[in-house]
């Protein structure tokens, strides 16, 4: 936005970032993360720190450069992110539970990863390795993300926040001790599966009161591992899996367990699981195998109008262990997709929605994960996401998490500020809040 607009929304800035960094203790830390949000917003094709400095410098009519203090606070001042999130998912949810109160949303919390192509070798986590950005494998850093979305009933207007980030180490970055130590990556980090770090998220965004949809693709959901976690955690989802996926149908007759001779272990498995003499398919071939069951679907208004496709749905059970004798999972809805003039379905769907859920809200979950595309596109163009030119972890995190920020603010937009004197949209009262129009200190970040 142009220095007018922010000029105009300087108050409201300050009044939710206030809310938002209020774990950040220092006066001085606040009010720099309050400017680089303002850098953030500000039209200028470069976000980094440095492209920023000059720009908020003459919007300020400040005599010094910040250049230096934005990068101090980025990158070697030690304040926590994790708290920042923690306001953010808060507020995210309290804005919820008032579009709920004024008549019913949906909310999907969408897991998804990103690239942020780099050159060279130092900067903390970038390698060779597949991005979806690139579209092929390149030299970038992945971040898995946690986004939460949220549309009125029916409607295709709503909005979407990115409220966590999870920077993924490879194998060889975690390997190396004295790259990591030079990226100060923290001590005692080690590589782990995306998946991984997306159940981490998702336990910290229940915590903070962040319920809804899981939605993913099949590169979280064809994992068992992450499906069984997200079950533990009590969330409901509906996710991509891949095409050899195995299944069974869901009345299949397993046979009954065996019962105990007395001696060994108590058998735990049911006989025709034990003996091997039960199959699973595959669930693409599940599906083409039940083709007249395929009709057309109408799932929301796009842009270039209706969004329509042929889907058919089953209650099957995923069986990824059956030729290893492991009993299959709970039963769950199959969901696939197949256009017309395609030779097999093109999308499948693992959903535990309740047995009673109508085909077209399973599409419509499954499809939601079109607000991700949206996001992205307007933290990277217009919010400088992966314009982070340092090399550290803090750093990264420091400016992701800012940017985060910066993106909830114009999600904020939307609707009017709480009345003066009242508790923001969280619930929470920051305590010695600094005055939301003051300008950075001259001092140093620490």
Known sequence: MDEKRLGQLQERLGTFLDEMTAGLGRQDRRRWAQTYVRG??????RKSAGAMAG???????????????????????????????????????????EGE?????????????????????????????????????????????LQFASQAGGSAAGE????????????????????????????????????????????????????????ADADYGGNAAFRAGLEAQGWRYAVGIDSNTAVVGAGEDLGAVPPWPGVGPKPTRPQRVRDGTIRAVAAA?????????????????????????????????PAPGLSARQTPGQACWLLAEWPEGEAAPTKLYFSNLPTSTPLKRLVAAAKGRWWVEQSYQQMKEELGLDHFEGRS???????????????AFLA?????????????????????????????SRGSVV
């Open 160 to 215: 979407v926040v990115c409220l966590d980030a999870a920077l993924y180490l490879p194998k060889g970055w975690a390997a190396d001790a004295a790259r990591c130590r030079a990226a100060g990556v923290p001590e005692g980090t080690a590589h782990r599966p995306k998946w991984e770090l997306a159940l981490e998220m998702l336990g910290r965004a229940k915590a903070n009161g962040i319920g809804g949809l899981v939605l």
């Open 40 to 45: 953030l917003l500000l039209d200028g094709d």
């Open 101 to 145: 109160e004024a008549g019913g949303i949906e909310r999907f919390v969408v897991i998804d990863d990103t690239g942020f192509p780099k050159q060279g070798e130092r900067s903390v986590a970038v390698a060779r390795q597949y991005s979806g950005t690139l579209g092929k494998v390149g030299n970038c850093q992945v971040a898995v993300t």
């Open 55 to 97: 720009r908020l410098a003459a919007v300020d009519r400040a005599e010094r450069d910040y250049e230096q203090a934005l990068q101090q606070f980025l990158g070697a001042s030690p304040w926590d992110d994790r708290p920042v999130r923690d306001a953010l998912a808060r507020w995210a949810a309290g804005r919820a539970d």
């Open 412 to 440: 904020s937009l939307r609707t009017p500020p709480p009345p003066a004197g009242k508790k923001g949209a969280a619930g929470i009262t920051p305590p010695n809040a600094p005055t939301p129009n003051a300008r950075p």
């Open 393 to 407: 972890w803090r750093g990264w995190h420091h400016h992701v998490t800012l940017v985060m920020l910066a993106y």
């Open 285 to 317: 071939g599940w599906a083409s195998g039940h083709a007249p069951d395929f009709r057309a679907v109408t799932w929301r208004q796009g842009s270039r109008g209706r969004m329509r496709g042929r889907f058919a749905a089953w209650r099957v059970r």
